[in-house]
């Protein structure tokens, strides 16, 4: 086949296009991917999956506060 089931480390941001990436790594999973994903700790839409690992890192800011700035 072109490609083979490899690792993907995926460093996304908070937003809409997260929510069409994680459908896509859905599918890269069902094919054999190991998928990593880095997020900040103050995480919105970023969530824990069974079809990816989800590592978070600390930022100065809460998620509190973020949430707060969105609205």
Not at 3 to 30: D, F, Q, T
Not at 53 to 62: H, N, Q, S
Not at 64 to 71: G, K
Request: aromatic share 4%; charged share 25%.
């Amino acid at each position: 086949s072109p490609a083979a089931a490899g690792r993907l480390l995926v460093i996304p941001m908070e937003g809409s296009h997260w929510l069409s990436m994680k459908k896509v790594l859905m599918e890269l999973s069902k094919r054999g991917h190991q998928i990593v994903v880095i997020a900040p700790d103050n995480k919105i839409l970023i969530d824990s999956s069974d079809v990816y690992e989800l590592k978070t890192y600390p930022v100065p800011l809460m998620k509190e506060d973020v949430e707060e700035h969105v609205r």
